[in-house]
């Protein structure tokens, strides 16, 4: 069964750094999207992207944040300078391209990143 | 106004009981009510999901009831097993038909199902 990965599993950073979380959506879906969830807390929306450009963004995702679809598989998160309160858990998901509201988001096992 | 609320966080259930998680919603604007399953290491999955034209679905074991004038729906699990110890999320979005639809989560509900 197809389904979305992530990599790396666990990342570990020094605050001010930046990095890369990358996932693979299934290959034939075209709506992506990430998601973010800090420990014990509610899982959050951050962006959603389609035909190379963002749909939608939250009031998370400020000028530190950044996505990609650098070749036609990959679909990366970037945080520029990241800051303790970055540490969480994100989730990649993609959807098909129906552009239902019902269409599943099919989500990654997701990347923890720690920021010290 | 965006926020979904979702009691209790935790769960503990007799193998064979009824779970019950229940959700409450702020937004009138949302039509669109799904439920997540997530095990440990996994992101999370569709369960169910439901439109609030009507008061309940059923799929298997899994019941969504809804009540639009409350602005509550609730997952009801029959039945309940082991397997099913889990996370479970419920959600809510727009059906704005702009193709793409964020998720807005409650906290999750950690269900634990007990021999």
């Known amino acids: 069964e197809p389904e979305v990965t992530q990599t790396p599993s666990h990342q570990v950073t020094q605050m001010g750094q930046e990095v890369i979380l990358r996932c693979v959506p299934i290959s034939n879906h075209l709506y992506f999207y990430w998601y973010r969830q800090i420990l014990g807390q509610k899982v959050e929306f951050l962006v959603s992207?389609?035909?190379?450009?963002?749909?939608?963004k939250s009031e998370i995702f400020d000028d530190q944040f950044s996505v990609e679809r650098p070749d036609g598989s990959n679909f990366t998160l970037k945080i520029r300078s990241t800051k303790l309160e970055d540490s969480a858990m994100y989730f990649c998901a993609s959807s098909e391209a129906s552009g239902m509201v019902e269409d599943e988001q099919f989500f990654g096992p997701g990347t923890r990143l720690t920021v010290l | 106004q965006q926020q979904v609320k979702q009691s209790p966080q935790s769960l503990i259930v007799q193998k064979g009981g009824i779970s019950i998680i229940n959700c409450a919603y702020e937004?009138?604007?949302?039509?669109?009510f799904p439920w997540y399953q997530q095990f440990p290491g996994k992101g999370p999955a569709l369960l169910i999901a439901?439109?609030?034209?009507?008061s309940e679905k059923k799929e298997g074991r899994f019941t969504i009831s809804f009540n639009k004038s409350a602005k509550q729906f609730s997952l009801h699990i029959m039945d309940s097993q082991p397997g099913d110890s889990a996370t479970y999320f419920c959600?809510?979005?727009?059906?704005?038909?702009?193709?793409?639809?964020?998720?807005?989560f409650g906290k999750g509900t950690k269900l634990s199902v007990i021999p």
């Open positions: 992207f389609y035909n190379n450009e963002i749909s939608e």
């Open positions: 937004n009138t604007a949302f039509d669109y």
């Open positions: 959600a809510a979005s727009i059906d704005s038909g702009a193709g793409s639809y964020q998720l807005t």
């Open positions: 439901i439109r609030p034209d009507v």
